[in-house]
């Protein structure tokens, strides 16, 4: 061996030793970090005291959700320079907890709202919100809620409070809700892009942006009808929690252009002339308000007012019950449908049908309830989803499923083998249809010289490809595949529903229903929420109050992976705030562009064939 080779391997001995080192001095770190916040947790004296005056601050960040929303470590980082990722999120059972508990509790006689960065939420949710709000104001309590402004979602729950406070420059936006999507159509033609397109049902509007520049009658028409009945529920809540005439709030946003001239301008002046706010005030004079009425609190976490957390108090008095044996297990199945594991935040046909087998293989376990906050997505992992629910089923474990704020296309797909389907009367559901496509760009390449050429030895060798099109061979196949999927889809709701094949696809063509337009027309049960779908879950397994336990079946995750999750997260937050482009308008339309983005990154059907219901998540994103 000649020195120079010598001289390399101590070179690369010493390289290797330097990257143990390292990766050495890094899990020591973290080891010390987590024993640090371990011990400090041991140690905290941080335990939960009711304020004296009987007050809970209830001040949500982020959108209502029915399950936290993870992104893998590699996105967490990245994915968040614009101001995406999950950021702040409020879980919907927390909030129903917190709210029932405080009804019961003596020690609790206010609640005071903060909503200025509430994120909203599908109108399911919003609606069961509202509705333990007005339990708790019916025990003889009190809600106070004040804001700046007040967003249409969050006007929503604020106008189930005993009081509404607005700052003399901000406003109620209550103006209804819209639905545009931008298309596409045009520019892929300029471009010159060949999108191939495969679909069954009038109404399957998902691949609508890519086909034409404006939205198609029917899908107008449907969307019209979801839409006007969602917002008909949204005026009737309000209005009677209120004391506002019938009509109100249509007159209020068809008229608000005259309202704010007549007011010159003062939309302040305008909320609170028609009944939608009880006192216009500043921000200062509010706080002395609370300070003099509930005492004052000068405490380094204080509002300045004496009050306790409303989630802190969620926490403190959370129970946890392991003694019964016979179990009632929740599977969620919340975001996009796709093929295989996923990858956080969506629904992985591959894990969730491992769940449901868990649940199905556990003797102890009594009934499945299957929670289900989705617009559909793959149809091959639906499927899979589906056939494991059903083998439950056979096996003699009951099956509940229960709607949250959407369960269209692959979400109502996963639903039909449940013995009983509950939905909320607002629940986005239906969207039974199918639809496939693939963008070529034979054309585009042309323009600039590129081509493809080969042979094939059948008529079916060349699959179809990016750069070379779809042949007439494989276009036949892929759309016949596309009409046996939809004829599948129907046979499944038929057969779940009771319904003939024709009863189905006079409901089905791709179009959406609320809860309770389904109701009406069979496509579910029951019209109630998560704890009525328990419930249901329990009578039918013939168990008693004290005898059962709710738990839940869900992923477990890496926890390395959680810390490089919150740390990327951390370090985002650090250096660009709220994001490279901020929270301004650019900066939502950033954002809108990533959302388009994740969605078509997540069809992954190994047969390209989706069940998904794009124009479903309008309601969420709806402020």
């Known amino acids: 061996m000649s020195s120079d080779e010598n001289i390399v391997a101590r070179i690369w001995r010493y390289i290797g030793a330097f990257q143990h080192g390292i990766l050495r001095l890094f899990g020591i770190v973290l080891i010390l970090f987590l024993l640090i916040v371990f011990i400090g947790g041991l140690f905290s004296s941080d335990e939960f ?14 959108p209502v959700v029915e399950e936290p929303t993870t992104i893998s470590p590699n996105d967490a980082f990245t994915a968040s320079l614009l101001g995406g990722g999950p950021g702040e999120e409020v879980l919907l059972r927390d909030v129903v907890e917190g709210f029932r508990r405080a009804t019961e509790d003596d020690d609790v006689t206010t609640i005071v709202m903060n909503l200025e960065r509430f994120g909203g939420g599908y109108p399911a949710a919003l609606h069961q919100i509202a509705n333990e709000m007005d339990a708790f104001r019916d025990a003889g309590k009190e809600i106070i809620v004040y804001g700046d402004n007040f967003s249409m979602t969050g006007y929503f729950l604020a106008s189930h409070a005993s009081q509404i406070y607005l700052h003399d420059m901000g406003g109620a936006t209550v103006n ?36 034409g520049d404006e939205m ?28 506002l005439s019938d009509g109100a709030l249509q007159n209020y946003a068809d008229q608000l252009p005259e309202l704010m001239l007549a007011q010159n301008g003062d939309s302040a002046a305008v909320s609170l002339n028609a009944g939608l706010v009880d006192q216009v005030i500043g921000r200062g004079h509010y706080r002395d308000m609370l300070e003099e009425r509930f005492g004052r609190d000068d405490g380094e976490d204080s509002l300045g007012f004496e009050a306790s957390d409303f989630f802190d108090y969620v926490e403190a008095n959370r129970e946890f019950n392991l003694l019964p044996t016979d179990k009632i297990v929740v ?4 975001g996009g449908i796709v093929d295989g594991n996923g990858d956080g935040g969506v629904v992985g046909g591959d894990q969730h049908a491992e769940l449901i087998r868990r649940a199905r293989l556990d003797d102890d376990v009594r009934a499945i309830v299957l929670r289900i ?48 389907i509950w939905a909320e009367p607002t629940t986005i559901t239906g969207s039974i249809g199918i639809f496939g496509f693939i963008p070529t760009f034979e054309d585009s390449l042309a323009e600039v010289g590129v081509f493809e050429d080969g042979i094939a030895l059948t008529e079916t060798a060349r699959q179809p490809s990016p750069t070379g099109g779809v042949t ?42 609320t809860g309770q337009q389904a109701f009406d027309r069979g496509l579910v049960d029951q019209l109630g929420g998560y704890d009525e779908a328990i419930q249901a879950a329990v ?30 997260q951390s370090a985002r937050t650090a250096m660009f705030g709220e994001g490279l482009l901020g929270s301004g308008l650019l900066g939502d339309m950033a954002r809108d562009a990533q959302d388009e983005i994740e969605t078509i990154n997540m069809m992954n059907d190994p047969n390209g064939i989706y069940a998904t219901c794009f124009e479903c998540t309008a309601f969420r994103a709806a402020r």
């Open 373 to 420: 906050d989705s617009g559909g997505g793959s149809a091959f992992a639906s499927e899979l989803i589906r056939e494991e629910l059903e083998m439950a089923r056979l096996e003699g474990k009951i099956v509940i499923a229960s709607m949250a704020g959407v369960a269209a296309s692959g979400g109502y797909w996963i639903a039909t083998p449940a013995h009983e």
């Open 216 to 243: 198609s009658e029917p899908a107008a028409e449907a969307n019209r009808y979801v839409f006007g009945d969602i917002w008909d529920a949204y005026q009737d809540s309000v209005e009677a929690a209120r004391g």
């Open 331 to 334: 599977i969620k199945a919340v």
């Open 539 to 568: 009578a039918r397994a013939g168990l008693e109050e004290g005898d059962y336990r709710v738990i839940e079946f869900r992923d477990e995750v890496d926890p390395f992976a959680q810390f490089l999750e919150m740390f990327g």
């Open 472 to 513: 007439d061979a494989w276009d036949t196949m892929i759309q016949s595949s596309i009409e046996a999927g939809y004829e599948r889809f129907l046979s499944i709701v038929a057969e779940s529903r009771n319904m003939t094949r024709d009863e189905v696809d006079a409901v089905a063509q791709g179009r959406i229903w």
């Open 49 to 62: 005291e009711m304020a004296d005056s009987g007050v809970l601050v209830f001040s949500p960040e982020g």
């Open 176 to 211: 209804g809700y819209a639905v545009y999507r931008t298309f596409f159509r045009s520019l892929l033609d300029r471009l010159e892009v060949t999108l191939n397109v495969y679909r069954v049902g009038t109404f399957k509007s998902a691949l609508e942006p890519y086909l």
